[in-house]
């Protein structure tokens, strides 16, 4: 049986009559309207009268069903021929997108291939796929208006308990697990702008440790010493910029940690997957997954130095801040100098900003400790920070891996012992930019974080594998007795 909606509209469009709840055919004036103008007021009339249908839209099924019949009432009541759109149907599941899901973005969302989508402005979008898939893409389709932008990236927001508005025009949140949004709006950017926004999902194409190594991102011998630190008590920290692939190098480094090693992580979005299951379903390692949750009530709030206070309390192997960007970081250094193995990452161009980031971030705490003092903590509660960086032609490398060693006269004195060393760099026949290079072992580890390594159960062969050639744990011991405290023995 014809649907009566379908019905009336297939009506309206041949020849201007509609079928009332008597059966009787009856002049009817039609309205013809662009869909931009039928959308906005639909969504206007739906919000003011119907907010409780709408609010549960996105979560409950039975809330769809009704919104979906309300906009099918308010096409009919009110005459609406779509200019731009003769199928009924059509029309309605389009409202219904933009209104219930997130519009012209959705299928990008769950599109698995793409890496991030940017909003500059409601009339300019754009998607970023890998360099095997594209790369970047310049949609044609737009917003319909910027209010229609500002309302889409809302919902966004919403998902994540974030409120974005006039009084809080700037703000980070989470769609679902994996996916990020990066939002700003009015008074923060222009209105007629609408709202500039970034999208970052979590590649749903497992990101493996033999991909890392397939595609020169990494060597073996730089993953082994990362790992091997790691599981020895050697607290790391990750660098780069946005898009490096900082997150997803940790948790290839996290997968090879023991399954008997309790690990905690804390990240404002779900990215991180460690759960190890075995073929019938059984969980084989002990990972606790945890996610901020902001509130506008700061009672309320769970925040990354709320989660890593707690951590501490749950007797953790490993815990994994994904990202300090705040007063947790001085949590962070104090539970690494504390015997704690910690693993997270910063934003920051190179190794030895990294330590410099880290610094500022403790400032906010006001740690009651001069610069030398404090900076000389953070080196020793991360020893061995990694740099990541995402090159021109997109490929994304271990640029070095550093051991911080200590701060004189102003600046952070450190060992480089892993370098990437750019070679050559060339357009192929597909008129893409190709860089080529190679990893190179540059130093090796200071004889005091070979003995804790040590110390921390890694083997002696292990050890000398980036150690200087002859050390021993037994010519350390001696020297420290001596009183020679010099890192770089």
């Given at each position: 049986m014809a649907n009566v909606h379908d019905y009336l509209y297939e009506m309206s469009k041949q020849n201007g009559y509609k079928n009332n709840d008597d059966n009787y055919l009856t002049d009817r004036k039609i309205v013809k309207k662009e869909y931009a103008d039928i959308l906005e007021f639909i969504r206007k009339e739906i919000s003011t009268n119907h907010a409780q249908e709408l609010s549960e839209v996105i979560s409950d099924e039975a809330g769809q069903i009704v919104l979906k019949n309300l906009i099918k009432q308010y096409i009919n009541k009110n005459n609406f021929m779509c200019v731009d759109i003769e199928n009924f149907e059509q029309l309605v599941n389009k409202i219904f997108e933009d209104m219930a899901g997130f519009g012209l973005l959705t299928q990008y969302i769950y599109d698995k291939d793409v890496e991030e989508?940017?909003?500059?402005?409601?009339?300019?979008?754009?998607?970023?796929?890998?360099?095997?898939?594209?790369?970047?893409?310049?949609?044609?389709?737009?917003?319909?208006?910027?209010?229609?932008?500002?309302?889409?990236?809302?919902?966004?927001?919403?998902?994540?308990?974030?409120?974005?508005?006039?009084?809080?025009?700037?703000?980070?949140?989470?769609?679902?697990?994996?996916?990020?949004?990066?939002?700003?709006?009015?008074?923060?950017?222009?209105?007629?702008?609408?709202?500039?926004?970034?999208?970052?999902?979590?590649?749903?194409?497992?990101?493996?440790?033999?991909?890392?190594?397939?595609?020169?991102?990494?060597?073996?011998?730089?993953?082994?010493?990362?790992?091997?630190?790691i599981n020895c008590g050697v607290s790391v920290g990750y660098t780069g910029g946005t898009g490096s692939g900082k997150t997803a190098d940790m948790g290839i480094v996290l997968r090879d940690i023991p399954h008997d090693k309790r690990i905690y992580t804390i990240e404002d979005s779900r990215e991180l997957d460690l759960i190890a299951i075995d073929d019938y379903g059984k969980v084989m390692n002990r990972v606790v997954h945890t996610v901020t949750r902001p509130h506008e009530d700061s009672k309320s709030n769970v925040d990354a130095e709320l989660l890593l206070k707690e951590a501490l309390r749950q007797h953790p192997d490993i815990i994994v801040p994904a990202e300090m960007r705040g007063a947790e970081a001085w949590t962070a250094v104090n539970a690494g100098l504390t015997g704690h193995t910690i693993v997270t990452s910063v934003h920051a161009n190179s190794a030895e900003e990294a330590y410099e980031r880290i610094f500022m971030l403790c400032l906010e705490k006001n740690a009651n400790?001069?610069?030398?003092?404090?900076?000389?903590?953070?080196?020793?509660?991360?020893?061995?920070?990694?740099?990541?960086?995402?090159?021109?032609?997109?490929?994304?490398?271990?640029?070095?891996?550093?051991?911080?060693?200590?701060?004189?006269?102003?600046?952070?004195?450190?060992?480089?012992?892993?370098?990437?060393?750019?070679?050559?760099?060339?357009?192929?026949?597909?008129?893409?930019?190709?860089?080529?290079?190679?990893?190179?072992?540059?130093?090796?580890?200071?004889?005091?974080?070979?003995?804790?390594?040590?110390?921390?159960?890694?083997?002696?062969?292990?050890?000398?594998?980036?150690?200087?050639?002859?050390?021993?744990?037994?010519?350390?011991?001696?020297?420290?007795?001596?009183?020679?405290?010099?890192?770089?023995?």
């Open positions: 989508i940017n909003i500059t402005a409601w009339n300019n979008i754009e998607v970023l796929y890998p360099k095997d898939k594209g790369g970047l893409k310049k949609l044609d389709e737009t917003f319909t208006s910027p209010q229609q932008a500002v309302d889409i990236v809302q919902k966004m927001c919403a998902c994540g308990g974030i409120r974005l508005d006039e009084s809080q025009p700037v703000k980070d949140s989470y769609i679902f697990k994996g996916t990020r949004c990066s939002a700003i709006m009015y008074p923060s950017v222009d209105r007629e702008t609408g709202v500039s926004a970034s999208i970052r999902r979590q590649k749903k194409r497992a990101i493996t440790r033999e991909k890392l190594l397939d595609e020169n991102s990494a060597i073996e011998e730089e993953l082994n010493l990362i790992s091997t630190c400790l001069t610069e030398k003092m404090l900076m000389t903590q953070i080196i020793k509660a991360f020893p061995i920070m990694v740099f990541k960086k995402q090159l021109a032609d997109g490929s994304r490398k271990i640029m070095s891996i550093v051991e911080g060693i200590d701060y004189n006269n102003g600046k952070v004195r450190y060992k480089t012992l892993f370098r990437f060393q750019k070679t050559r760099q060339y357009i192929n026949d597909n008129g893409a930019l190709c860089i080529e290079g190679e990893h190179k072992r540059i130093g090796c580890i200071t004889d005091i974080l070979a003995l804790k390594l040590y110390e921390n159960g890694a083997d002696e062969e292990t050890i000398l594998k980036y150690a200087r050639v002859g050390w021993t744990a037994e010519e350390t011991y001696a020297a420290l007795e001596r009183g020679d405290s010099n890192n770089d023995i």
